[in-house]
């Protein structure tokens, strides 16, 4: 039966990604009808927090983008790319890094994707070079994000675990986390500079050419931020953004400046999820009404619409996955304890598995640390694999990775035939890879 409700879950995925992001979680919902109904498993919980907090910060985002503001840094972005264009494959990455970093959220990175094929394209660099890989750095980016969901949730983790791990804040977590994902992202990159044929030697790339329909579609459609001049609403949209994520930072870094709830002798600050839900809506707000904002244009950009349609499949996939997995936990955790407690690092791979189950950093945080910590796990050493979190771009089911493949117009990035040979998972292997042994080593001198 374990096997079978396992192969429902693993059929909707499949079909799933025949249809985009949207169809994921409206699929995912046929799974968990046939779970319920027909196996007979409790329905699981939505990602509730993890759902709002996308929403909050996609809504700040949205308004950012419709300020002018997310235009302003992809405008220096971009300028960086077109720069050096000779570089994009390791500068893509880089880049969609350091605006998951400051954003929290890679869905940030749908705004660069055309600015990405359009360089790699005129330069006559495989498209799917930079894209899959600066795809995977902005999932990668997430773990090194002082407001991410996967970091407030690990610090919240720690600091509510009795005695283990209280001393592990967000500056010790981050000090290990940030440099770990930040060497995976650049060895991912390096790798992918000379993955697949080059343009001018893939004769399916070439056969398309000699349609001039098809030619006109992969070349057209220019992409470019240079040549805009944005008023400086945009600059001041940039900075409220910029300061209410400083302001996140701060109230990580220090609890105390949180007001604390709960009955006497058992105050805790406010969660850090909340805190940032709070201020994303903060900002978008104090944006909408200083930077001259229109708000019926909101809906209409691509964040918004990006955006919406994560949440959608997000909502759908970790509900059905979470059926499963709350259904049988006390079985898999059994199963698990012991070999977790006699082989740590074999945490990172749990962690990795329910990362793919769940479709989300901070919901296999939630589920896997608190287990950890129950077990014995080294908080060194659950910090050291933090990198692990990242496991679900084994199927090329994320939103991110499913608009990377729409944007190359040239069909490079792609899912292969046999769903799992996709342009994603070796630049992902690498990168969560290195993350994990740079995080060992880093944790071992830093803790």
Known sequence: ????????????????????????????????????????????????????????????????????????????????LRRHPQYVTILAPLTTWTLTVLCGTGHVVYTMFPIIYDIALKKGIRPERPMAVASVASQMGICASPVSVAVVSMVSIFAASHGVGQSIGIIQLLSVAMPASLAGVLMAALWSLRRGKDLDKDEEFQAKLKDPEQKEYIYGGSETLLDKVFPKEAYWATWIFFSAILVVVALGAIPELRPAFGAPGKMKPMSMNLVIQMLMLIAGAVILMACKVNTREIA???????????????????????????????????????????????????????????????????????????????????????????????????????????????????IGKFIINHSFIIPGLIGVGTGCAVGYVLSQILL
């Not at 499913?402 to 990035?413: K, Q």
């Open 1 to 80: 039966m374990l096997v079978m409700e396992f192969l429902v879950i693993l059929a909707c995925l499949l079909v799933g990604t025949r249809f985009g992001g949207m169809g994921l979680g409206l699929i995912s919902g046929i799974g968990l009808f046939v779970l319920s109904f027909g196996f007979g498993l409790q329905p699981g919980k939505p990602p509730v927090d993890v759902i709002l907090t996308i929403l909050a910060v996609i809504s700040c985002a949205s308004v950012l983008q419709t300020a002018g503001g997310l235009n302003v840094m992809m405008q220096f972005a971009e300028r960086l």
């Open 300 to 414: 209409n950009g691509a964040v918004f619409k990006a955006g919406m349609t994560a949440i959608i499949s997000v909502f759908g996939v970790a509900w059905m996955s979470d059926t499963f997995f709350e259904s049988h936990f006390t079985l898999l955790k059994n199963a698990l304890a012991g070999v977790v407690a006699t082989q740590p690092w074999m945490y990172a791979i749990v962690l990795f598995l329910v990362s793919k189950l769940v479709n989300s950093q901070g919901a296999a945080l939630a589920a896997i640390a608190p287990m950890g910590i129950s077990l014995g796990v080294d908080p060194k050493i659950m910090v050291a694999f933090f990198s692990a979190a990242y496991g679900y771009f084994v199927l090329p089911t994320y939103p991110s990775d499913l608009a990377c493949i729409g944007f190359d117009r040239s069909g490079t990035t792609r």
